[in-house]
């Protein structure tokens, strides 16, 4: 375990117990499961929106989508924070964006703008109804479960021959559109584009670090678009929403690093079991419940 590791792991330590003591229990495990989950091939907003359903939490705060959006800041921070010098490297390539001749980090960039554009302009088409009509805890069962096969086949019919050098635009158009299904809760942002990373032949490293560096323009989108919502918090909700973003914030950047050490000997397969057994799990509690 590095050393960063450990400060890690005793930050998110400190806080579950500050968390505990403040009353902010649930903050806390909805800022968790945010930092585990975004990073994972496994769905971050299929997860917070059954976590609250799950254990009967009718908070309208912990079950609204500024909640969410506002834990995606605390991922935001910590991809940027463990990615910072591929982000500076990519800033200093901005000027030879209009160059014939680039430099890999501009050539980075052309392919991060590239996967970004989909996914922006299906946000802004489909947001709304997707809101609205694509929340519920069946139909995120549904999708974990067919996605999790998705997922288990590509990684394991697909080749890795390939690296992030020969990353080409094409390659993150395609990465891009696939990243326009996490708009469904249950699909998975991270899922959707280390997949098609790796349907693309790319080795499971560089599928998943490219699926990072891609999440985060994004992300800042749907921040900002809601960053009025955030803004009108206030009161105790206030607290609520910095326990869940800083422990969104410390426990993504853990599973950053874990997850990028461990890919290439774990695969994918061991991330689509867990999809279909929590997809059982929910489908059997829906029916039991009557929803």
């Keep these: 375990m590095t050393r960063m590791t450990q400060v890690l792991v005793a930050g998110v330590v400190v806080l579950a ?66 990615f910072w010098g591929d982000w500076m490297a990519l800033l200093n390539a901005v000027p030879q964006l209009a160059r014939p001749h680039q430099s890999p980090a501009a050539k980075m960039l052309w392919a991060v703008i590239i996967g970004t554009i989909p996914a922006a302009i299906a946000g802004i088409l489909l947001q709304k109804p997707i809101e609205a009509y694509l929340r519920s805890p069946l139909q995120i069962a549904v999708v974990l479960a067919v996605m999790g096969l998705v997922i288990a086949f590509i990684d394991r019919q697909s080749a890795a021959t390939r690296d992030l050098p020969s990353l080409t635009w094409r390659d993150a158009l395609w990465i891009g559109l696939a990243q326009t299904l ?84 774990i695969g994918f397969g061991w991330f689509a079991y867990y999809r279909i057994g929590m997809a059982i799990v929910v489908i059997g509690l829906w029916f039991i419940r009557g929803a």
């Design 17 to 82: 117990v500050v968390a505990v003591v403040l009353g902010q229990s649930a903050a806390f495990l909805m800022g968790a499961l945010q930092g585990v989950t975004e990073f994972l091939p496994i769905s971050s907003s299929g997860h917070l929106i059954l976590l609250p359903w799950l254990f009967g939490w009718q908070d309208p705060l912990l079950n609204s989508l500024t909640f969410d959006v506002a834990l995606h800041i605390g991922t935001l921070v910590a991809v940027v924070a463990y």
């Design 182 to 265: 996490a708009l469904m809760p249950g699909v998975s942002r991270s899922g959707a584009t280390m997949s098609a990373g790796r349907a693309l032949q790319f080795d499971r490293a560089t599928a998943a670090r490219f699926a990072f560096l891609l999440s985060m323009p994004i992300t800042l989108a749907a921040v900002i678009t809601k960053l009025k919502d955030l803004l009108a918090v206030s009161g105790n909700d206030v607290i609520t929403m910095v326990i869940g973003i800083v422990t969104s914030a410390l426990v993504g950047w853990l599973v950053i690093d874990l997850m990028l050490q461990w890919i290439r000997r």
